[in-house]
């Protein structure tokens, strides 16, 4: 009877902790999912997660840390079950459509005119939009890219993504 008496204080003590430190969850399984509803289903099946599994807490851990991680878990899961759900068998008798694109023979001379339109889009941007798309386009990380134009941060993001608004323009126009 004691020892029942304990374990509903130490359940009840979890709980109360549970509810004190989820706040921090709810923005974080937004920015996982990138989609509220999804947010909400990650951000319930933590908390079941975490309560089914209260044994595994040891009081006195960082239980942000605990949930935080049961939450990233969770999420890796689901992507990879998804992204094994995505192939699609297709048994249909009509067996060539699938390789259609496999016959078709590339026109590089149409490719080759994509690229100068590009190329001449890009050399047409403004030099402070340019400098920092092209290093981007190069393979080089943002904070990098800050890092040899000696500009702020904020300030090459925006002016890459400027860049990109430009190009998209132009290349509609064009």
Do not use: C
């Not at 709810?26 to 099946?45: G, I």
């Amino acid at each position: 009877m004691k020892s029942q008496l304990q374990e509903n204080i130490r359940m009840s003590g979890f709980n109360q902790l549970l509810l004190e430190n989820t706040d921090f969850l709810r923005p974080f399984a937004v920015n996982l999912t990138k989609d509220s509803e999804a947010a909400k289903d990650l951000y319930q099946e933590t908390l079941y997660k975490a309560l089914m599994n209260r044994e595994k807490y040891h009081s006195g851990t960082n239980i942000k840390a605990w949930l935080y991680t049961i939450m990233r878990n969770i999420f890796i899961n689901d992507y990879r079950k998804a992204s094994r759900r995505k192939i699609v068998f297709d048994k249909t008798p009509e067996d060539y459509l699938i390789n259609l694109r496999q016959i078709a023979i590339p026109n590089q001379a149409e490719a080759n005119l994509h690229i100068k339109e590009i190329r001449a889009a890009i050399d047409h941007l403004p030099d402070i939009f340019r400098s920092p798309f092209l290093l981007y386009f190069d393979g080089y990380r943002y904070q990098e890219i800050a890092e040899i134009l000696h500009e702020p941060l904020g300030t090459i993001k925006s002016r890459i993504h400027f860049a990109r608004k430009l190009l998209k323009e132009q290349l509609a126009r064009g």
